[in-house]
């Protein structure tokens, strides 16, 4: 049976009520379910290779060969190949500036301290980063049989947001997932969760009908079913890595530290980040010293009211199934830790010394000019576009008012300035702009969904109905719409009307892809109808033919569909003239179809096809009324 959110939800609440009242039973059953995967995997390589050999081995006997005995043989070595290839998982190792010994030997020294004391695995590589994390990976060398090789990931702007005690906390959670003393089991599980992704995808990718339909059922059931035991466990793991850095550096530096990840995540985010880029509006090239800015804008106190902002924010948020990790409340909560004003004060406090200046040492300059003139050289070409466009927006924002203040606006001039406004003069100038446009067009989709979507960011409820309207006018923002709405009813605690929208979401996105199914191929038992193409294009598509003297006929219809009918899919169906040579072998016709979907200029949704080798279907194309729109002079 097919999991859907729902369901999920439900089955990852009983197991922590299971998990929390028996976690040693639990943690057995959760091993049970990885090794029942490879066990059946494993099973039915030893019946294929057990019949392979009970082939040969009979036609040893007869001493015979025959062509069924052959074909066989054939089948089943390739049938055990894609299942050998599918368990035969390679890991890519993490990306990151690899940091040695001899230049950060603080660092180095330090993950090395807590190692010993968590009697976790020593690592073999530390690699520096521009994320806002800290992590441990484990890559299996040899896929399944494991050796691993284990990096320790390093973001350069947590290492410049936090004390050198609280990324010691930090340090020591990351630890603790790998410890000999707590979390060791509990890593190999969340191996193995993404050792399964893996190997599902070797299995449903292997190209092979058979083994399609023999693990196609078994992975249906076994997947989801692993996939929330595991995700209970790795939860688990979660607070026993907290209790790991408790046991290193104490109470207060854990919680004070998870705190600062929450609120300073936000201000990189939302403010830092935002007022860099911001200044495309004025520089043709990005900043040069853009890692040396966050380092200031971190070490100083942040303002008090964004500071309570970004807090209030972090501490609302609750726990879900999206994410392995606890929400902030929850962590704190299993600490014991209990925020007053003045502790949070004190977290915010000026930092005299990073963990980066601390760590890295003397490289550091070195490393905040690397990572400097990295984003810089990838950003280069995206920035001076974005300043083109912007100084080009900016004219159009003028010359919009100029006129604005003279005569009415058309709606699409009226759209265009409101869009604008938004964009350059924040949310309060467009929306008297965007109330105007649904005053003139109530059903206004883009209006509708931008003046629903800054409501929503006020707090206000109101924004739910003009996200419907826009949504029940343009079914292409059904999902954004409801993850927008699904988030501002889970600030708002409504948890059953926010899963509603979830669920809308997650139906929607099936009814996507089932119509990307449906859409992806076309078979002779398909109905067609008559196209509504309009007679200009159906010229400029002759013009097209006419310009290929190989193309003997051309047919255009239109598929049934019985998913999103409103949104029509055109087959467009070509009969060819074939060589001598290339009749000899079945020719290659895709360098055609390819062409002319690069060229198709007039149709959108258009599924393109030989007919030479469907003589049945050109048949049925016949009998459509309209369908013929190009034959070559001469031929019939």
Request: include cysteine; charge should be neutral.
């Amino acid at each position: 049976m097919a999991f859907n959110q729902e369901r999920f939800d439900r089955l990852i609440q009983k197991l922590e009520v299971f998990a929390n009242k028996q976690p040693h039973l639990y943690k057995l059953y959760v091993a049970f379910l990885a090794t029942l995967g490879y066990a059946y995997i494993f099973l039915v390589l030893a019946l294929t290779l057990g019949l392979l050999a009970g082939i040969i081995f009979l036609m040893l006997n007869a001493q015979s060969v025959n062509a069924s005995s052959v074909k066989a043989i054939v089948f089943l070595l390739v049938f055990a190949l894609v299942l050998v290839r599918s368990l035969w998982v390679s890991f890519p190792p993490p990306t990151g500036l690899p940091l040695q010994p001899k230049d950060v030997p603080n660092l180095y020294s330090l993950t090395n301290e807590i190692s010993s004391k968590l009697q976790a695995p020593r690592f073999h590589h530390i690699l520096l980063t521009n994320d806002f994390n800290a992590a441990v990976v484990q890559r299996p060398r040899l896929g399944l049989l494991g050796w691993q090789q284990n990096y320790l990931i390093v973001g350069l702007p947590l290492m410049l947001a936090l004390p050198p005690e609280q990324f010691r906390a930090v340090l020591a959670h990351e630890l603790g997932h790998l410890s000999g003393n707590h979390s060791r089991f509990g890593g190999w599980i969340y191996r193995q969760r993404e050792t399964w992704y893996r190997i599902i995808q070797g299995l449903r990718q292997g190209g092979n009908e058979v083994s399609s339909l023999i693990f196609e059922r078994f992975l249906t059931w076994y997947s989801p079913f692993f996939n929330a035991y595991s995700f209970v466990l790795a939860r688990m793991d979660e607070y026993e890595a907290d209790r790991c850095a408790v046991e290193l550096t104490g109470e207060q530096n854990i919680a004070e530290a998870l705190i600062n990840l929450q609120v300073k995540a936000r201000f990189l985010e939302r403010y830092f980040w935002s007022s860099i880029y911001k200044q495309v509006e004025t520089e043709i090239e990005p900043p040069k010293i853009t890692y040396m800015a966050m380092q200031e804008a971190l070490s100083q106190r942040l303002h008090e009211e964004i500071t309570s902002s970004y807090l209030m924010e972090a501490l609302a948020k609750k726990t879900n199934n999206a994410d392995t990790h606890p929400c902030l409340t929850d962590r704190l909560k299993a600490l014991g830790y209990i925020l007053s004003y003045h502790q949070e004060l004190a977290i915010f406090a000026p930092i005299e010394i990073s963990a980066a200046q601390e760590l890295l040492g003397n490289g550091l300059e070195k490393f905040i000019e690397y990572f400097s003139q990295a984003w810089r050289e990838e950003i280069a070409t995206p920035w001076r576009q974005k300043y083109v466009d912007f100084q080009q927006s900016i004219a159009t924002l003028k010359d919009l008012n100029h006129k604005s203040q003279k005569q009415q606006l058309t709606l699409e001039e009226a759209s265009q300035l409101a869009f604008l406004t938004f964009e350059f003069e924040g949310e309060e100038a467009a929306i008297p702009l965007l109330k105007e446009i649904i005053h003139r067009e109530a059903h206004h989709a883009s209006a509708n969904y931008l003046l629903g979507k800054i409501l929503l960011n006020k707090q206000d409820a109101a924004g739910i109905e003009y996200i419907e309207k826009a949504i029940d006018q343009d079914s292409s923002i059904v999902i954004e719409g409801c993850q927008t709405i699904y988030s501002f009813l889970q600030e708002q605690g409504k948890i059953n009307e926010a899963k509603s929208y979830q669920e809308r979401a997650i139906n929607y996105h099936e009814l996507i892809l089932k119509a990307r199914q449906e859409r992806s191929k076309v078979r002779e038992n398909d109905k067609f109808e008559s196209h509504n193409v309009s007679d200009l294009e159906v010229t400029k598509l002759r013009q097209q033919f006419s310009d290929r003297p190989h193309i003997i006929t051309a047919y255009l219809v239109q598929k049934e569909l019985q998913y999103f009918p409103e949104k029509p899919l055109y087959v467009l169906a070509l009969k060819r003239e074939v060589t001598f040579l290339e009749g000899i072998e079945k020719p290659d016709h895709s360098k055609l179809v390819n062409s002319l979907l690069q060229e198709n200029e007039f149709l959108d949704n258009v599924f393109i096809f030989i007919l030479n080798d469907h003589l049945n279907m050109e048949k049925k194309l016949k009998r459509i009324p309209n369908s013929i729109i190009y034959q070559k002079k001469g031929k019939k």
